[in-house]
Each structure stands twice: as structure tokens, then as C-alpha cells.
């Protein structure tokens, strides 16, 4: 229900948008940035590289603006490109690193960079079902984690494109999504510290 | 039952693909998504500044203009972020690399900016509300002062346009729309 009302509200915005008007732009960038910003942590971006990673696949979106028609082929377009940035970003950390270890090191710390996509969430959740649902998660494989991270973002039938465009072949989406939840669902359930809250 | 609608976008694919559509989800999957999200919510937020940033950064970007991306690595900070030391971004488009050095001068930034390939090309840096326009050397220098702090974005112009009126033929003047000369523009930093 709620994605319907998303898709709606994007498939205006996007009309709007496609014929120059700024503040649908806005709009559609308000609503999915939270999503991109999931992919970038998802694929293993730093933190400070990855809010430079979100904003370049929003400023590389103008040009495809005209050519993107729905919602759902507006989300497959962002999360393609925010791997693909993703990946840019990662792997110029990457080579710099085995280049200079100590420089990048330090600068990565100066610029507030250093925890890797990952620590940040070690930090203390003052919620405790909330803690119990991330030492379930850390026990999934990271792919399953990395997926389900995804899919509680987007609902059908955006998680299908989502899902392609973090590289789930086609066909696998479903079952997959379905095995990962349902070994989540039991570490949960096993757990005391977790009673569901139905939405 | 509903299959075949959300694949629109893919004509390639068959219906029959999409397989798992027809798994249900059930109010107890449906939970358990809800905290996932409230989790990365809490855990890994979306920065405070991140959209405005990129609202910011969006605002000049035209359909032909070429995108220049930070390069995480060419970040080098003599010190932390606000502390009285310069910074040093380097930026990557297709054509040109643009590399600013920001540093404290006073209560506002002079920033050094290197264009290479070098050349005369007119320029603006855009901090907050305020335009400062520039132009590059020969040797792609470029030197802007008085720099509030603060969020700072650099728009190159057309190559060209920075060398006179003899040289931009078939540019029409103002250079707004479809008809204006590729511009460089960068992501908004935080300076």
C-alpha cells in the first residue's frame, strides 16, 4: 500500500521533473536518497565516501532524466549506478592503499572516514530489539544480510529491480529473499529479547 | 496474478521469471522488515546534510554538462575537517581533473584551484547563495578569496568560452539551454 502511494507520488514527480522542474527533482531526490545511501553502506563504502557517492549518481541522473519513464525503471537506474559509483569508490581506496597504507590510513581517519561500512553500526543501539535484530542479522551470510537490507526498503515490485541491480540473477530473487528471512525470522523467534510488533 | 505488470520495464523477461512474486509475505515478514529498517535507521542513518547537499550541487546541472567526481583518495587533509590547516580535493570529469586547495585566511578561504589540462577557461565557485567567478590561466591556475566556509561547489564553463568573444562562433549569448557550451561541475563539498 505504502509503495503504491510511492510509486504515485514518484511517477509525478518524475513527469514534472523530466520537463525541467527543479523542485520535483528535489522531491524524488528527498524521497529515494535514503536508498541509495543504503546500496553505497550496503556495498561496503566508507562513510564519508559515500555520501559523495550518492550525490554523484544524483548529479549524473540529469542527463538520463528523459529516457527513464517509470518509477520502478527510475529505482533500477539509481541502484545500478550506485553500485557502479560504489564500486569506483571502494576500489580507489583499495589501489591507494596498497600504494601508500600509512597516507590513506591517516587521511582516512582526518577526514572522518575510517570506519568502514559496517563498524558504524557496532555502536550502541539503545533499543534492545533492535540489537537483538542486528546480532540476528550478523549471523546471516552477508549477502542475505546485505539483500534483506535492501528489500526493507523498497516493497513490490521495486525490490525485484532492486534486487537485479545489486547483480541477483534473475529467477533467484524471491527464493532467496524468502530463505533469508525465514532463517532470520527463526534466530528471532528463538529470542527472548524479540516479540514481533505487527505493522 | 499480478506478475507481468512490475516487469514492464524488462520486456525482455517473461513473466514466468519472476518467480518468488508469488511468495507471500505475512504480517510476521512484514515485522520483521520494519525493524531491519528502524535498525539501519538507527545504526547507519543518512547523514543530516546529505540532501540538501545534493539539492544544492543539482541546481546548475544541465542535460549535456559533464559530471566531475570527487576522488575519495585525492582528499588530503592537513588536518581535520575545520581545523586551521588547508585541504587539497581533486575532482575527475571526463575532460579535466580540477584540484582546489582550500586555506583559512581570516574568518573565510582562499582557494587555490589547478585545471588540467591547463588553459584559459571562466569559471564560478558557488558557495552558499554567493557566485564567485574566476578564470584560469594558461597554466589553469586559478585563485578565488574571501570563501565563506561551508558548502562549495565549482562550475567550469565551456571550453572556449574563457577566451574571448573571437573564439564562441556558434555559442549564442547568455549560454542558457540546450545550446550552452558543456560546463564542469562538481559535487558540493563541504569546505
Known amino acids: 500500500m505504502e509503495t503504491t502511494e510511492r510509486t504515485e507520488r514518484l511517477a509525478g514527480h518524475l513527469v514534472r521533473a523530466q520537463s525541467g522542474d527543479r523542485e520535483a527533482l528535489h522531491a524524488i531526490v528527498a524521497e529515494l536518497t535514503p536508498l541509495l545511501w543504503n546500496v553505497a553502506r550496503g556495498q561496503g563504502v566508507y562513510h564519508a565516501d559515500a555520501e559523495d ?5 544524483w548529479l549524473s541522473l540529469v542527463a538520463r532524466l528523459a529516457h527513464i519513464d517509470t518509477p520502478t525503471a527510475l529505482i533500477g537506474w539509481l541502484v545500478t549506478a550506485c553500485r557502479r559509483e560504489a564500486w569506483r569508490s571502494r576500489s580507489a581506496r583499495e589501489r591507494a592503499r596498497a600504494l ?33 535484530v542486528r546480532s540476528a542479522l550478523d549471523r546471516l551470510s552477508p549477502r542475505c544480510a546485505e539483500l534483506l537490507r535492501m ?32 532463517k532470520l525470522r527463526a534466530l528471532l523467534q528463538a529470542d527472548a529479547g524479540w516479540s514481533a510488533v505487527c505493522p | 496474478m499480478e506478475r507481468g505488470v512490475p516487469v514492464s520495464d524488462y520486456p525482455q523477461d ?17 515485522a520483521i522488515l520494519n525493524d531491519i529498517r528502524a535498525l539501519y535507521e538507527a545504526a547507519d542513518p543518512v547523514p543530516a546534510g546529505l540532501v540538501a547537499r545534493t539539492t544544492f550541487a543539482l541546481d546548475l546541472v544541465g542535460l549535456e554538462d559533464e559530471i566531475a ?13 575545520g581545523a586551521e590547516q588547508s585541504r587539497t580535493i581533486t575532482f575527475d570529469s ?23 589540462p591547463p588553459g584559459v577557461r571562466r569559471l564560478r565557485l558557488r558557495a552558499g547563495e554567493v557566485d564567485f567567478p574566476a578564470q584560469s590561466d594558461e597554466l589553469g591556475r586559478f ?49
Open chain 1, 53 to 57: 557517492v550518492v550525490q554523484s549518481v
Open chain 1, 100 to 132: 601508500e597504507p600509512d597516507r590513506v590510513a591517516e587521511l582516512a581517519e582526518l577526514n572522518g572516514a575510517a570506519e568502514p561500512a559496517g563498524d558504524g553500526e557496532q555502536r550502541v543501539l539503545a533499543d534492545e530489539r533492535l540489537r537483538v
Open chain 1, 151 to 182: 528489500l526493507a526498503l523498497v516493497e513490490r515490485p521495486d525490490y525485484l529491480v532492486v534486487a537485479r541491480a545489486l547483480g541477483m540473477p534473475r529467477g533467484s530473487v524471491g527464493p532467496t529473499r524468502g530463505r533469508c528471512l525465514a
Open chain 2, 14 to 30: 517473461p513473466p514466468e521469471a519472476v518467480d518468488g512474486e508469488e511468495q507471500p509475505l505475512d504480517a510476521l515478514d512484514a
Open chain 2, 69 to 81: 567526481r570527487l576522488d575519495p583518495v585525492g582528499l588530503s587533509a592537513a588536518g581535520a575537517r
Open chain 2, 94 to 116: 571526463e575532460s579535466l581533473t580540477i584540484v582546489v586547495q582550500a586555506s583559512p585566511s581570516g574568518a573565510t578561504l582562499r582557494v587555490d584551484g589547478w585545471l588540467a
Open chain 2, 143 to 191: 585563485v578565488v578569496l574571501d570563501v565563506p566556509r561551508g558548502l562549495v561547489q565549482i562550475v567550469v564553463e565551456g571550453e572556449g568560452e574563457g577566451e574571448g568573444e573571437s573564439e564562441s562562433e556558434s555559442e549564442s549569448e547568455g549560454g542558457t539551454g540546450a545550446d550552452r557550451a558543456r560546463q564542469v561541475i562538481t559535487p558540493a563539498v563541504v569546505l
